[in-house]
């Protein structure tokens, strides 16, 4: 398996402008979690699925923010619209297992969001 | 909160010494995880010790754990440059909103 699989790996953009990353998990993982790192706030969790439902979104700073799962091998996490303060590394990770905190955590590799 | 806390928040040692990280949290847990991150790269899962062990080991890497002081520690023997990274303790309960909690992370830095 090639592992948790994100896109893009940079991105810049414009206040205002919409953005959207991606993550493709690891195949057979019922969990898919969406991490923020920041130096100031470390990471944060910001939502989780579970078979593909959402299962806890108090992480998601703001209505700007939503993430989807239409399918077990894809999920994205949009923000609209983008402000510098959103600048941040976005982790996708995906986790087997009955509970979330029940198995490790593979993570890609993050896209690094900067907003100017 | 279950959430780990890392200590030190940042070590630097010799090549070759070992490097002892410890990790303490608040609440009963069913696992402590163990993770490194290198610089510009995701978190990558090193261990992770049950409630119902006190001892593990993988390589060169030994974690410990002691539920009744809610501690953990991670002790890397003979230290390589490699090693340099950021190191995170998570913790996690049972039941089926038990995400784990990440703490906010121990620098190494390894000399050559």
């Known amino acids: 398996d090639a592992g948790v699989i994100q896109s893009p790996r940079h991105e810049v953009t414009e206040m205002g402008q919409e953005v959207t990353l991606r993550c493709k998990p690891i195949?057979?993982?019922?969990?898919l979690f969406w991490y923020r790192q920041t130096m100031m706030r470390g990471l944060e969790l910001l939502i989780y699925?579970?078979?593909?439902?959402?299962?806890?979104d108090s992480g998601m700073p703001e209505d700007r923010f939503s993430a989807k799962m239409p399918n077990a091998s894809f999920s994205t996490l949009k923000i609209q619209p983008s402000e510098p303060r959103d600048s941040a590394v976005y982790f996708c990770?995906?986790?087997?297992?009955?509970?979330?905190?029940?198995?490790?955590?593979?993570f890609g590799s993050g896209t690094r969001l900067t907003v100017v | 909160s279950q959430q780990g806390e890392e200590d030190p928040q940042a070590l630097s040692i010799q090549e070759g010494e070992n490097a002892t990280m410890n990790c303490s949290y608040k609440?009963?847990?069913?696992?402590l995880q163990w993770y490194r991150q290198n610089s510009g790269r995701g978190l990558v899962h090193l261990i992770l010790?049950?409630?119902?062990?006190r001892e593990k080991h993988s390589g060169r890497l030994r974690v410990t754990l002691d539920t009744s002081k809610k501690s953990s520690s991670l002790l890397i023997t003979a230290s390589r440059a490699a090693d340099t990274a950021s190191y995170f303790c998570?913790?996690?309960?049972?039941?089926?909103?038990?995400?784990?909690?990440f703490g906010k992370g121990i620098t190494l830095s390894v000399r050559p």
């Open positions: 990770a995906s986790s087997p297992g009955a509970f979330p905190g029940s198995y490790g955590y593979t």
């Open positions: 195949s057979g993982h019922d969990y």
């Open positions: 699925f579970n078979n593909n439902v959402p299962i806890d």
């Open positions: 609440t009963s847990i069913n696992n």
């Open positions: 010790i049950r409630s119902n062990e």
């Open positions: 998570a913790t996690g309960a049972s039941g089926a909103n038990s995400k784990l909690t």
